[in-house]
């Protein structure tokens, strides 16, 4: 089976959080909220519709550069990109046990520093 990068945000929700983590549906949201805010900077930052994004565009200069664009962003407290960080890591912790290609990119995206 392809992951898509689609299907594999839908089985970290569906799957991972909900059932596995067994989170409750307001962290669910704030991880939600988290990655349509870095999907949204990525797809800019690509110049493709969301919709075309592939694995591949899940840098770990974008997570840098996301991190960097929310720090300067109006109303944003210091804890907001930790936050945010926090949220990408573990779906691409999650990534990396989907998509062992993608080993390498999360393990940097990991490594990047609060």
Not at 99 to 107: G, K
Request: charged letters at 20%.
């Amino acid at each position: 089976m392809i992951s898509t990068l689609g299907s594999i945000v839908r089985s970290f929700f569906e799957d991972f959080l909900k059932v596995q983590k067994g989170l409750r549906p307001a962290s669910v949201c704030s991880y939600r909220d988290a990655l349509r805010l870095f999907l949204s900077f990525v797809s800019t930052t690509a110049g493709r519709p969301i919709t075309k994004l592939v694995l591949e565009d899940l840098t770990s200069e974008r997570v840098v550069s996301f991190l960097a664009h929310l720090e300067k962003a109006p109303g944003n407290h210091i804890r907001s990109p930790n936050q945010r960080l926090a949220a990408v890591r573990t779906f691409l912790r999650y990534v990396a046990t989907r998509v062992p290609e993608m080993l390498d990119t999360c393990q940097r995206v990991v490594a990047t520093p609060v």
